[in-house]
């Protein structure tokens, strides 16, 4: 067995079976690679060295050379306590010694003026489907995240009868804007059941850990059939979908998603099957998945909040609670969750730890809504290029936005439209008066007109941030500094030419521990590692201890960012999606296999699929 290896040239190959020949055959260690139907050894540790002890590396007196050592760096190792100076070596895919590690190893890895942290645990991610085609599942993995969580609101690909396939694909293409020709191609389908869904994500052979939660819509769908969609289920389809939750759980998921936003809708603007589920039903199925041992996760419908909270804490006295949340309502939901958890209820949410929206400009295509602009839509960059160096097409453009019936609710986009800048590092934090709008008004120009201007000066370059949520980041630092709050939500895999905050976890380090000092570099880290680990359940990752699982990052802090992101067109069709990169990437390690090295993957993928043992 051992790690697979892909070729990273390209970042990922456009369909499902260019990689069939990589992976065909390969497996893990013989420690992960058990069969679909035995326990696999996971969240706990039992049978590997206890935690805090040093391994045992002497064989009949003779010294022996460790897997890898992490040498002089500076450790923070996820727990919360100081950060110390120290050495880590790593044996079999768990870290075997932490200190002064005297032993040599068959690789070393120089971390002076470097800290070595867990590897990163990714809460929201919609990588269902791309990883079907792109095992190093980009862009996350640049970002020192090692173990992602699949399945998120409400949305998954199982369990699916295989007349439900094109209902499941055309729903997450209007929910998360993944392309439904990529889906229906660009996976094997070879599953029912959930469990089968994990078995084959694991024939893929990811570049990290992954685990996933079963969707409420899915799940209900296999039920209820076409009914799903509108319709109250009975007490017996109740009773169906509970039980069909809790084998899903038995079967690996690490939980069950939930989606009671209504603006999530079908193709036909239905809302997608369980947004207006009854409590009974919640309660039910919260009750056969917390009696597994899993988790309930939940996007919330914002405009009922108080409801929602309400249904929250009934549920969370069944099982441990995620959802997503918002600053807008952070104040109300401070004084709510805070309560629970005083009552003893298990409840964390995740949030971007920027302002969360889409990304606009010349070479993604996401314009306004008017007949010039559409035709722009309709070619490539190049051509778009071309078009817009003709001043009288330039001024149509305009025209048509000030003419347009929706220009009032235009312009006033513009107030919260962020120019991200020409430099390596996109500019995510600029204050209120830095706006397309502000930069128009200071010009005299209609904001139109700017987005031009700013367009043809960056030889058709620049993004503009397009803030739709957590827009003001004073009220957002409150929240993320609560003890509810985790910084995430990411949205990986989803929204792919839309937006990109897959690279989130190196904003966290980089924006609000180094450059503003709000996080201390240990209190970053236990949000971004040991805490999502311990929501999802697992004891033998998400900080650095002897005997653990060897998902570490060694990271140059002064140099950590993001970097631009861009668009590629490497989906199967060639659809187009964001990709975001990053610098100050020292290594990644996933399960003691590096994966990255000097912000680049090395082709190695060495992920595990995470599966709920209860």
């Known amino acids: 067995g051992g790690p697979r290896a892909v070729d990273t040239a390209h970042g990922s190959t456009p369909h499902f079976l260019a990689y069939s020949t990589v992976t065909q055959g390969l497996r893990r260690r013989s420690e992960s690679s058990a069969p679909p139907d035995s326990d696999p050894p996971i969240v706990t540790a039992s049978a590997r060295r206890p935690f805090g002890t040093k391994a045992n590396n002497q064989q009949k007196g003779t010294t022996m050379a460790h897997d890898v050592v992490i040498r002089n760096g500076t450790i923070v190792d996820g727990t919360g306590q100081p950060q110390f100076a120290g050495d880590i070596a790593v044996d079999g895919g768990s870290i075997s010694e932490i200190g002064v590690v005297s032993e040599s190893g068959r690789e070393e890895i120089n971390a002076d003026g470097k800290i070595v942290t867990p590897g990163f645990v990714d809460l929201h991610t919609h990588l269902d489907a791309q990883i079907g085609w792109d095992p190093m599942m980009t862009s996350i993995t640049w970002h020192g995240v090692t173990t992602a969580l699949l399945g998120n609101c409400g949305v998954t690909f199982a369990p699916c009868k295989s007349e439900d396939r094109d209902f499941l694909a055309g729903m997450m293409e209007t929910v998360e804007d993944i392309p439904k020709h990529a889906i229906l191609t660009g996976l094997p389908w070879d599953w029912q059941s959930y469990g089968g869904y994990l078995d084959s994500i694991e024939r893929l052979g990811p570049m990290i850990n992954v685990c996933g939660l079963v969707g409420h819509s899915a799940t209900r769908t296999y039920v209820m059939g076409e009914r799903a969609i509108e319709e109250q289920a009975t007490p017996e389809e109740i009773e169906q979908i509970a039980a069909l939750a809790g084998q899903s759980v038995r079967e690996g998921a690490i939980g069950f998603s939930v989606n009671r936003h209504p603006g999530h809708t079908l193709p036909d603007r239905r809302p997608i099957p369980g947004t207006f589920a009854s409590r009974d039903e919640m309660l039910a199925i919260a009750k056969a998945v917390g009696d597994e041992g899993g988790i309930m996760q939940t996007v919330p419908h914002f405009g009922d909040i108080e409801n929602e909270m309400d249904l929250l804490e009934e549920e969370g006295k069944s099982a441990r609670l995620l959802f997503s949340a918002i600053s807008e309502h952070g104040v109300r939901l401070d004084e709510r969750i805070s309560d629970m958890r005083a009552k003893g209820v298990d409840v964390t949410a995740v949030t971007v730890p920027r302002s969360g929206g889409g990304v606009g400009g010349l070479t993604t295509g996401n314009f306004w809504p008017t007949p ?152 970053a880290v236990r949000r971004i590692a040991a805490e999502p680990a311990r929501v999802l359940g697992f004891h033998d990752r998400g900080t650095l201890q002897v005997g653990k699982r060897a998902d570490i990052n060694v990271i140059d802090l002064e140099t950590l960012a993001e970097r631009q992101p861009y668009i590629v067109h490497d989906f199967p069709g060639g659809a187009p999606r964001f990709q975001q990169r990053a610098r100050g990437y020292k290594a990644t390690l996933c399960n003691g296999q590096v994966i990255l090295r000097d912000d680049e993957h090395t082709g190695i993928c060495a992920g595990e699929v995470l599966r709920n043992n209860g």
């Open 372 to 523: 010039s602009w559409n035709e722009l839509r309709k070619v490539d960059f190049n051509a778009r290029w071309e078009r817009i160096q003709d001043a009288e097409f330039r001024a149509k453009l305009v025209q048509e936005v000030k003419d347009s019936p929706h220009a009032e609710m235009i312009v006033k986009g513009t107030h919260r439209s962020y120019p991200l800048g020409l430099g390596d590092r996109p500019h995510y934090t600029g204050g209120r008066h830095e706006s397309l709008a502000d930069i128009a008004a200071e010009a005299g120009e209609h904001p139109v007109e700017t987005w031009l201007r700013l367009t043809l000066e960056s030889n058709g370059q620049m993004l503009f941030h397009n803030r739709g949520f957590n827009v003001n980041l004073e009220h957002l630092e409150k929240m993320i500094t609560t003890d509810w709050a985790m910084p995430g939500l990411g949205d990986a895999g989803a929204h792919v030419s839309q937006m990109i905050d897959s690279g989130w976890s190196t904003f966290v380090l980089s924006h609000w521990h180094r450059d503003s000092g709000v996080y201390s570099a240990e209190e």
